[in-house]
């Protein structure tokens, strides 16, 4: 829950500083952060399927987790919606168009991956869309710097708000996916592993979403990049 207060932040910062950012692709950076705070806040529908709640008629179905929201919405959905980001603001044409073939590729794969593997879809995390869906962010990333060391920018490149965002975006992913390969200690046999990633996902997300909502307030809006 404190996550979601985190990201609550981070979607009200957004909200009040629209105005500011409106003509900019920073707007639709904003809409991410929304989308991010509703889908997590649905997420939290298996805190009704458990113990008799709710939304308990679920507990015998192969919704019982939240598995598969969290790969359409997070694990495919956020890294669709960063690559085109990053590829929305390079300036350079040849850059741009690499990184939209590869979300599409990256897209095609992940749909054949849960087609393929439907019953996983819904009680486990894929480790080949987790793992490539980091790289990809990693390159989106790589190739946004490149675009700004190619370029002017990169004599005022700590002027924009585009990188302090790559920054954070950069840390969160090298700093979380390690623990996809750990994924099998995270059950109930071994609390001591649950409690330390939650600690790093929670330390983790609130200095990224705590960061994004100060980024939003102090930077001006961008002037150089398209």
Known sequence: MATLVIELFAAIVGIVCFKK???TPIRYFIYFLIYIFICELLATYTYSVRYNGVLGFLDTTRFRHNYWWGTLYWEIGGVLFYIWFFAKIIVKDYLSKALNILAILFLICSVAIIIFN?????TS???????SGTILIVISITCYFLDVML???VLYFYQSIYFYIAALLF????????LTFY????????PEYIQLKSSIYLITNCLTYIGFGLILILCKPPKHES
């Open 125 to 131: 995390n894929f480790k080949f869309i987790d793992i």
């Open 183 to 190: 994924q099998m200690y995270f059950t109930l046999a071994d």
């Open 118 to 122: 439907f019953d996983q879809y819904f």
């Open 171 to 178: 840390l969160w992913w090298i700093i979380l996916t390690p």
């Open 21 to 23: 950012y409106k003509d």
């Open 151 to 153: 370029s002017e920018r």
